[in-house]
């Protein structure tokens, strides 16, 4: 085709300005992010405006032959994302409208946009010919005007004058933006300064296989991906347990962003055919909704752990995020890997994220047949390792059945991985609450904030060590810490008001603020009752801490009868009343389900049954219990610590003085 007939390639409508060639959009000339498919639909509705755009000719110009991808999603995602970056509204469009079932039709004018060109240029192109015409309507070629070298330097002064004076009023005003648009129109500012992002999140991955038994792997390599992205020091990484709240949401991106207090959120999707696997992820601005960047990865299920690097890298480089150069190499790392390994990891993941028994155990399962799979499969490893612990800790056994094998498969995950942050985390766990050698634990945790700065699990089972120390200042900060990476979790604000934070530090209106925050944000959740029934009885509330009983007692599945039953033994024996109800209830409970030793030794203290409680202090060691750590910070042991067997069992627990 003659240039002359081409269509221009630099186009105009509304506000907007479209370069084809560079694959630029502008607004008011500030250039607004819109890549890839959404882009590429874009300059198609362009080229035939007014016309209809058939969606099997969208299929034929950017997937041709593409059998792999869900064809409709990717369409709708891609027009999405365009009307977003033109504030298009599909219910009332300016620009884009849609026929059902058939394309969209691009309604709006367009018209060559012919951008200025600087004066020496125009000059050259235009020496030869004549002055415009037409009543002064017309671009008035420079090189055609002559004039004194006087005249001209007073024009250039004047000019000149007039601009600086314009740019100093905006600089100064810069109302609402328009000092911005202004500028650039100008030429004084030629690109859109970039967001500074220092906080993201990784919301859910859309499952486009539409096979409800691949959901673990779409939640699983959303994990896989905060987890790659959390080795990143300079970013604050939103964890699994509060983006996970958000899967299937209808929610506003900002509205997202504000409730998780982030600069930046990824979506994006996954899929998996046969060998190879799809991810598709749009990284946005989270206060403006705008698109920064969008990239498709597609690889063999051997190279995933690769994939997500390569994600984690590129969002890194698109944010400017400062990498630390081991954090590059950590990213740079990934090693091809089992599929079925993989698939079988992803599964035990899926499982142990559940917390209960029947999880843990399917867990297990899982984990124990990756590493069958794939003995060199270091992740498995550590998932094993973690199985065990939350076995140990849980009160399901006891403790002594399962440590011992959470702390060895934890070092074998980094005999073979020393870079795994979640077993050095595990491990540390292991020192703490089975071998009570508090150097070697604070040293793994180290480590594995180190290694993953973002891991909140890690954050707040330091700050439990600190606080078990004796270090409270240290372990509210830890504690606050472990929040911010993970604001949607009830279990990490109860380990704020409680484990690693106020109660242990005795400020108990603290506590009792956290608490309540969280039983305002999870009023189905049972734990922080519980937890008000302690601070309420150390601050001698006693009325409240039964009331709080109950309702946790409630929420946990019990009858109302044995809710009106713990009611009348206070009501008849006050506190002694309460707590020879409770001990009688675990006693009945022990008959089938194991009792932690420190549950009973904390009642017969409250009786001021010192030998009673003693004996159960010494069963609890035996076990390992971990809820024995509590010995020097917990007030309800406060009547026994003059005691000469209460001080031998801190000297046996190795507590540093």
């Given at each position: 085709m003659n240039e002359s007939n081409a269509r221009p390639r630099q186009l105009r409508f509304s506000v907007?300005?479209?370069?084809?060639?560079?694959?630029?959009?502008?607004?008011?000339?500030?250039?607004?992010?819109?890549?890839?498919?959404?882009?590429?639909?874009?300059?198609m509705l362009l080229e035939r405006p007014g016309e209809l755009v058939t969606r099997e000719e969208i299929r034929e110009k950017l997937w041709p032959g593409d059998t792999f991808i869900d064809?409709?999603?990717?369409?709708?995602?891609?027009?999405?994302?365009?009307?977003?970056?033109?504030?298009?509204?599909?219910?009332?469009?300016?620009?884009?409208?849609?026929?059902?079932?058939?394309?969209?039709?691009?309604?709006?004018?367009?018209?060559?946009?012919?951008?200025?060109?600087?004066?020496?240029?125009?000059?050259?192109?235009?020496?030869d010919s004549p002055p415009a015409s037409g009543g002064g309507?017309?671009?008035?070629?420079?090189?055609?005007?002559?004039?004194?070298?006087?005249?001209?330097?007073?024009?250039?002064?004047?000019?000149?004058?007039f601009v600086a004076a314009v740019v100093a009023v905006l600089l100064a005003l810069n109302a609402a933006g328009l000092g911005d648009r202004l500028l650039t129109a100008l030429g004084a500012r030629r690109a859109v300064p970039a967001p500074r992002i220092e906080s993201i999140a990784v919301l859910p991955l859309e499952n486009l296989s539409r096979d409800p038994e691949q959901e673990y792997f779409a939640d699983g390599m959303t994990e896989e991906l905060?987890?790659?992205?959390?080795?990143?020091?300079?970013?604050?990484?939103?964890?699994?347990?509060?983006?996970?709240?958000?899967?299937?949401?209808?929610?506003?991106?900002?509205?997202?962003?504000?409730?998780?207090?982030?600069?930046?959120?990824?979506?994006?999707?996954?899929?998996?055919?046969?060998?190879?696997?799809?991810?598709?992820?749009?990284?946005?601005?989270?206060?403006t909704d705008r698109h920064l960047w969008a990239e498709t990865y597609e690889r063999d299920l051997r190279d995933v752990l690769t994939l997500q690097s390569e994600v984690a890298r590129a969002i890194a480089d698109e944010i400017k995020a400062r990498v630390q150069p081991q954090e590059q190499a950590r990213l740079a790392t990934a090693r091809p890997v089992n599929p079925e390994a993989h698939r079988l990891y992803l599964l035990g993941r899926f499982y142990w994220n559940k917390r209960t028994e029947e999880g843990l155990k399917n867990?297990?399962?899982?984990?124990?047949?990756?590493?069958?799979?794939?003995?060199?499969?270091?992740?498995?490893?550590?998932?094993?390792?973690?199985?065990?612990?939350?076995?140990?800790?849980?009160?399901?056994?006891?403790?002594?059945?399962?440590?011992?094998?959470?702390?060895?498969v934890a070092q074998k995950a980094l005999d073979i991985d020393e870079s795994l942050g979640e077993a050095h985390t595990t491990l540390a766990e292991a020192h703490k609450d089975y071998d009570w050698d508090w150097p070697a634990c604070e040293k793994e945790f180290k480590r594995a904030i180190e290694l993953n700065p973002?891991?909140?699990?890690?954050?707040?089972?330091?700050?439990?060590?600190?606080?078990?120390?004796?270090?409270?200042?240290?372990?509210?900060?830890?504690?606050?810490?472990?929040?911010?990476?993970?604001?949607?979790?009830?279990?990490?604000?109860?380990?704020?008001?409680?484990y690693g934070g106020y109660f242990y530090a005795r400020q108990y209106d603290e506590a009792i603020r956290?608490?309540?925050?969280?039983?305002s944000l999870f009023p189905e959740y049972p734990q922080p009752y519980w937890c008000l029934v302690a601070v309420y009885e150390a601050k001698g509330m006693y009325q409240e801490a039964i009331a709080a009983y109950q309702k946790a007692e409630s929420l946990s599945g019990a009858s109302p009868a044995e809710?009106?039953?713990?009611?009348?033994?206070?009501?008849?024996?006050?506190?002694?009343?309460?707590?020879?109800?409770?001990?009688?209830?675990?006693?009945?409970?022990?008959?089938?389900?194991?009792?932690?030793?420190?549950?009973?030794?904390?009642?017969?203290?409250?009786?001021?049954?010192?030998?009673?409680?003693?004996?159960?202090?010494?069963?609890?060691?035996?076990?390992?219990?971990?809820?024995?750590?509590?010995?020097?910070?917990?007030?309800?042991?406060?009547?026994?610590?003059?005691?000469?067997?209460?001080?031998?069992?801190?000297?046996?627990?190795?507590?540093?003085?």
């Open positions: 907007f300005e479209v370069d084809l060639r560079t694959g630029e959009l502008r607004k008011q000339g500030l250039k607004v992010k819109l890549h890839g498919q959404p882009f590429q639909i874009l300059a064809f409709e999603h990717s369409v709708n995602s891609s027009i999405k994302r365009l009307r977003e970056a033109l504030g298009d509204d599909p219910a009332a469009p300016r620009f884009i409208e849609t026929l059902p079932r058939h394309g969209y039709r691009f309604i709006a004018p367009v018209e060559p946009h012919h951008p200025l060109t600087p004066s020496s240029e125009r000059r050259g192109a235009n020496a309507q017309g671009v008035v070629a420079v090189g055609a005007i002559h004039e004194s070298p006087l005249r001209r330097h007073w024009v250039a002064a004047v000019a000149g004058g905060i987890t790659n992205l959390g080795k990143i020091s300079a970013l604050r990484v939103i964890s699994r347990t509060s983006v996970m709240q958000y899967k299937g949401t209808k929610k506003p991106l900002p509205q997202i962003a504000r409730e998780l207090n982030v600069d930046a959120v990824v979506e994006g999707t996954v899929q998996r055919s046969g060998d190879r696997v799809r991810i598709t992820a749009n990284l946005l601005h989270a206060s867990a297990l399962d899982h984990f124990q047949r990756a590493v069958e799979t794939d003995p060199t499969y270091a992740p498995a490893y550590a998932g094993l390792a973690d199985s065990y612990l939350q076995l140990a800790n849980s009160g399901f056994r006891p403790p002594n059945e399962f440590m011992p094998r959470a702390k060895a973002n891991y909140a699990t890690a954050h707040m089972w330091y700050a439990e060590y600190l606080s078990l120390t004796r270090r409270h200042a240290e372990a509210i900060a830890e504690a606050q810490r472990a929040q911010q990476l993970d604001p949607l979790s009830p279990v990490i604000r109860v380990v704020l008001a409680i956290t608490l309540r925050d969280a039983v809710v009106a039953a713990l009611g009348q033994a206070y009501a008849k024996g006050g506190m002694r009343g309460y707590y020879l109800w409770k001990i009688e209830k675990l006693r009945e409970k022990s008959k089938h389900d194991y009792v932690r030793p420190v549950d009973l030794a904390y009642l017969y203290a409250g009786l001021g049954e010192k030998d009673q409680a003693f004996s159960y202090l010494e069963n609890a060691y035996q076990d390992r219990d971990w809820m024995l750590n509590l010995l020097q910070i917990e007030p309800a042991f406060d009547p026994l610590r003059s005691d000469s067997r209460f001080q031998d069992l801190l000297r046996r627990m190795n507590f540093p003085r």
